[in-house]
């Protein structure tokens, strides 16, 4: 299957620093991304939507200045977590489905990153 | 509003014994539906899909799940557990093309020797 490639693995930032999660699809183009978080023993939750050359669609709560979605090029997104803090420690995962919005390739499985753990001290 | 239940939390069954884990959907549409197992601090890997057809779906390392329409579920099944099947395992479903998935809030699974 398909390769997403998430950077770096982990990571520990003081508080008040900016912390920059990469995702890149390695063998295919995918005009869409997406950014979950998770706590521990909890399952994913949608942070955002990353569309290639626009910007993000937020789920509703999750704060966008706080984390910023920079989504350059066709197998690469980014996830900047600006001013952390404490609360801010959690597993940072991304996933790319292959395919174009509006469903010209369609129903194929998300594949995800290994995970961003980011402890904020 | 679109949703994924994954309704048992925690999981143990012992080793060899056969394993059922349930998930039911509410979707507009028939979405497609995934099954995705994550072990501690790692992603997830996926185990199956059922995009259309045949309703019983073969995934890798011996999981299969069945699609019931008629009862909104997705549940997987394996005949014979390992010890290394211990493991978080998400039921997630999503709609076409590069739209979001959405997860279940997972099963953990344990194994009793």
């Known amino acids: 299957g398909a390769v997403v490639s998430q950077h770096p693995s982990r990571v520990i930032c003081k508080s008040g620093t900016s912390v920059k999660i990469e995702c890149r699809s390695l063998?295919?183009?995918?005009?869409?991304m997406f950014w979950y978080r998770q706590f521990p023993k909890q399952s994913l939750m949608l942070m955002a939507t990353?569309?290639?050359?626009?910007?993000?669609?937020?789920e509703q709560g999750v704060e966008k200045d706080k984390f910023l979605i920079n989504h350059a090029s066709l197998t690469l997104s980014t996830l900047t977590v600006t001013s952390a803090h404490p609360e801010d420690s959690s597993f940072y995962i991304c996933?790319?489905?292959?395919?174009?919005?509006?469903?010209?390739?369609?129903?194929?499985?998300?594949?995800f990153g290994q995970g961003t753990r980011l402890t904020v001290v | 509003a679109q949703s994924v239940t994954q309704p048992d939390i925690h999981i143990t069954v012992s080793e060899g014994a056969s394993l059922e884990l349930r998930c039911n959907y509410s979707?507009?549409?028939?979405?497609?539906l995934f099954w995705y197992v994550q072990s501690p601090g790692q992603g997830l890997q996926l185990l199956l899909k059922?995009?259309?057809?045949?309703?019983l779906v073969q995934g890798i390392k011996g999981f299969e799940a069945e699609f019931k329409r008629s009862q909104s579920s997705f549940n997987l099944r394996k005949p014979s557990v390992h010890w290394s099947d211990a493991a978080e395992y998400f039921c997630?479903?999503?709609?076409?093309?590069?739209?979001?998935?959405?997860f279940g809030s997972g099963t953990r699974l344990s194994i009793r020797p």
């Open positions: 997630a479903a999503g709609s076409t093309g590069a739209s979001k998935i959405i």
């Open positions: 996933s790319a489905r292959e395919g174009r919005q509006g469903g010209v390739k369609g129903g194929t499985e998300a594949f």
């Open positions: 059922y995009f259309s057809g045949d309703t």
């Open positions: 979707y507009g549409a028939t979405p497609y």
């Open positions: 990353s569309n290639e050359g626009s910007k993000a669609t937020y």
């Open positions: 063998d295919f183009q995918a005009t869409t």
